[in-house]
């Protein structure tokens, strides 16, 4: 797969503008980001690059930066080996468990050790909503509990999950790429119980679960949070992320509108993890 490099400079550059437009770039196919000194790197396959769709997230930007941007379409790379020397390094979360790749040896005596070689994927832990969600996973019980995994992206999650006990595991993504690389890395980690599926939440059918998790962003998990509260068991738990603390009261009404009980809320730096109890 052929991949185009878009170069955004912001001005004035900020991490808050830099998460908000990875974000909205996401939604329009980008697939993995790297913010330099001074400017934000994203990825997007060849086939899905589109000035219009950019063009059209600089203009309705919500905040008031001047965005250029630059493109060129770069040669097919051994993309484990650009993360090994550039982006993915080992990543602990709470002391207990230890994120790397397959090409990393990392000393240390953890009570978990996930392999994950994520190539444009996301979910390497890195970025505060995984880790949230990893943390809250590691606070939960979730031994013999049915679990799905909504973006799996890398499965990081539903193989932490697993690990945690949950069976079985459900793991859904709607793209491609992501659901290949999903499946690589539950086999990497030697797991047996989680199974994947490539969609979105039409894909559930009448499937039900003790536990969901939904590592998205917040328009997506608007649109879909009636169909995770009719996949949850009762007495189950709903946790998203994907979006900001200012985002929480909207969040928190659609899950309130459909039935769920709003319980609280993990943050980091900004990013926030939202709990909801059927």
């Given at each position: 797969m052929r991949y185009t490099q878009t170069v955004f400079v912001l001005q004035p550059f900020s991490e808050t503008a830099t998460d908000i437009l990875s974000a909205l770039l996401a939604d329009?196919?980008?697939?993995?980001?790297?913010?330099?000194?001074?400017?934000?790197?994203?990825?997007?396959?060849?086939?899905?690059?589109?000035?219009?769709?950019?063009?059209?997230?600089?203009?309705?930007?919500?905040?008031?930066?001047?965005?250029?941007?630059?493109?060129?379409?770069?040669?097919?790379?051994?993309?484990?080996?650009?993360?090994?020397?550039?982006?993915?390094?080992?990543?602990?979360?709470?002391d207990k468990c230890i994120i790397q790749s397959s090409f990393h040896h990392q000393e240390g005596e953890y009570q978990y050790r996930i392999f994950i070689d994520p190539k444009m994927a996301f979910g390497t832990g890195h970025h505060q909503t995984t880790g949230l969600i990893l943390r809250d996973i590691l606070d939960m019980d979730l031994n013999n509990k049915s679990v799905l995994d909504m973006g799996t992206g890398t499965a990081v999650l539903a193989i932490l999950a697993s690990m945690r006990g949950a069976n079985p595991v459900l793991a859904v993504d709607i793209d491609e790429w992501a659901y290949n690389n999903a499946r690589e890395n539950i086999e990497r980690n030697n797991i047996s119980n989680i199974r994947t599926v490539l969609g979105g939440a039409e894909a559930l059918g009448g499937e039900s679960f003790d536990v969901i998790f939904a590592n998205i962003n917040r328009n997506i998990l608007l649109q879909d949070i009636p169909v995770y509260e009719k996949a949850l068991n009762t007495g189950g738990t709903l946790i998203v992320s994907g979006f900001y603390k200012r985002d929480i009261p909207a969040v928190r009404e659609k899950c309130e509108s459909c039935g769920l009980v709003y319980t609280g809320f993990r943050e980091q730096d900004d990013w926030v993890s939202v709990t909801c109890k059927k």
């Open positions: 329009i196919g980008f697939e993995s980001f790297v913010v330099t000194e001074n400017s934000l790197e994203a990825y997007i396959p060849t086939a899905l690059f589109s000035e219009k769709n950019i063009d059209e997230i600089i203009v309705h930007f919500p905040l008031d930066e001047k965005i250029s941007y630059s493109f060129t379409e770069i040669e097919e790379k051994n993309w484990n080996e650009e993360w090994e020397k550039h982006y993915f390094q080992p990543i602990v979360i709470a």
